[in-house]
């Protein structure tokens, strides 16, 4: 008797012990376009461990709304690969996994990339870790710098030798320019590679809690300034007043002599544009210093999962060497600084400028990001178009001045 009831025990602890352990699936969203480096790493963590990652391409200007329908409903996926700027909206409205204790305990958590941890941040609670890093630096064609007479391995340290720079290479002919950059109403391109202008000089367009609208700065001025002589002295192709980011990359064309992109282009143009014999630096400030613009995804965790320990295992498993090197090897800049060195060995040097980039990078904090920045018909858009290519540049500060702070203010 007692020995059947020892073996009946032993069964139904072994079926519980069974259950407890069994494989789960994590339902995760993505934005498309998201790249090959994530795709890897999730291909790379399925092989490898019993849980498993099913990945959900959602189209990248569906994804935000998507997500937030899809809490409402109660259908929303486990983890969410979010672009950090969003990330303090759905923090702030009670949508996230608070992950302050789990990630302040992680032994590399000082580590991950500053800008992405601030603004995973809502009220001193961790809500968002890094996923994916993007910086924004500075690229030049060497090939068209010597044509120029320019010395090709010299990296320019200043807006004036930029500038001086350009006009050299203007000089090469009809279809060569000296310098481009989206400018037709491109928000998110204009914060991406304009606004480390000031922030490398210590101004910013927005406060430190993102409450008050601090545009017009001397810094900002100049760096107006700057971009529209470029543009008088036809140092830049008119297109770029018309530009809305479809052709950001427009330096792999090989007739742009010097362009501020991202990191990410430096894969782009080694596979895809072998030809182009370029440098990259960082990009300077317009009274000196150097700055970039960190974007990119957070990882966030949907309040209310039920398998927030398996999406936690998946999240430490990309923070490994492992995953880290996978996500390299396919253009991701690493999100731990501790480790990046070992993890781009064997990589392209150039990728090495992305890291310390990260280290200068900042990122606007605010709930409104959307209809202050990126917005096509928002006042940041509005104000860079106007101010670089229209004839009231103080009109320009003013206006866009005065409507952020509108929106800031009734967003609060």
């Not at 430096?266 to 440098?279: A, K, R």
């Not at 970039?292 to 999406?311: E, H, Q, W, Y």
């Not at 980039?357 to 990126?374: C, G, H, M, R, S």
């Not at 540049?393 to 409507?403: K, P, T």
Request: overall charge negative.
């Amino acid at each position: 008797m007692i020995k059947r009831l020892l073996a009946a025990t032993s069964i139904i602890t072994l079926c519980l012990a069974s259950g407890a352990s069994a494989a789960e699936k994590i339902e995760m969203w993505v934005r498309s376009g998201i790249g090959e480096s994530f795709k890897k790493v999730v291909e790379a963590y399925n092989a490898s461990h019993e849980n498993q990652v099913a990945m959900t391409e959602v189209p990248f200007s569906e994804l935000v709304q998507k997500y937030a329908t899809a809490i409402a409903g109660g259908q929303a996926p486990d983890a969410l690969s979010l672009d950090l700027i969003y990330t303090p909206a759905f923090a702030a409205a009670g949508q996230l996994e608070d992950l302050t204790d789990w990630a302040k305990a992680l032994p590399y958590f000082n580590s991950l990339s500053p800008s992405h941890v601030k603004l995973g941040t809502y009220q001193d609670r961790i809500y968002g870790l890094p996923l994916s890093v993007e910086t924004s630096i500075f690229a030049w064609n060497k090939d068209l710098y010597k044509r120029a007479g320019l010395d090709p391995e010299k990296a320019p340290t200043s807006w004036e030798e930029i500038e001086a720079n350009a006009e050299k290479i203007r000089a090469l002919g009809d279809d060569i320019y000296g310098f481009y950059f989206s400018g037709g109403g491109c928000g998110g391109c204009m914060i991406f590679t304009f606004t480390p202008l000031v922030w490398g000089s210590g101004a910013d367009i927005l406060s430190a809690d993102g409450k008050t609208a601090t545009l017009d700065t001397p810094e900002m001025r100049k760096a107006v300034d700057i971009y529209r002589s470029m543009v008088k002295k036809d140092l830049v192709p008119a297109s770029s007043a018309s530009d809305n980011g479809v052709n950001f990359l427009t330096f792999t064309n090989g007739k742009i002599g010097q362009q501020s992109i991202g990191a990410f282009a430096i894969g782009t143009l080694v596979t895809e544009n072998p030809d182009i014999n370029f440098g990259v630096t960082l990009i300077p400030g317009v009274n000196g210093g150097t700055s970039s613009f960190a974007g990119g995804d957070n990882f966030v965790i949907t309040k209310g999962t039920k398998k927030i320990d398996a999406v936690k295992e998946f999240l430490e498993y990309t923070y490994s060497m492992d995953g880290q090197k996978v996500m390299a090897k396919y253009g991701s800049l690493p999100t731990r600084g501790d480790i990046a060195d070992k993890v781009l060995e064997g990589l392209d040097p150039r990728m090495q400028v992305g890291i310390k980039a990260i280290e200068v990078a900042k990122t606007p904090y605010t709930l409104q990001f959307n209809d202050l920045i990126n917005s096509a018909n928002g006042p940041w858009a509005t104000f860079t178009n106007a101010a670089i290519y229209g004839d009231d540049v103080d009109g320009a500060f003013s206006n866009a001045q005065s409507e952020m702070q509108s929106i800031i203010d009734t967003g609060q």
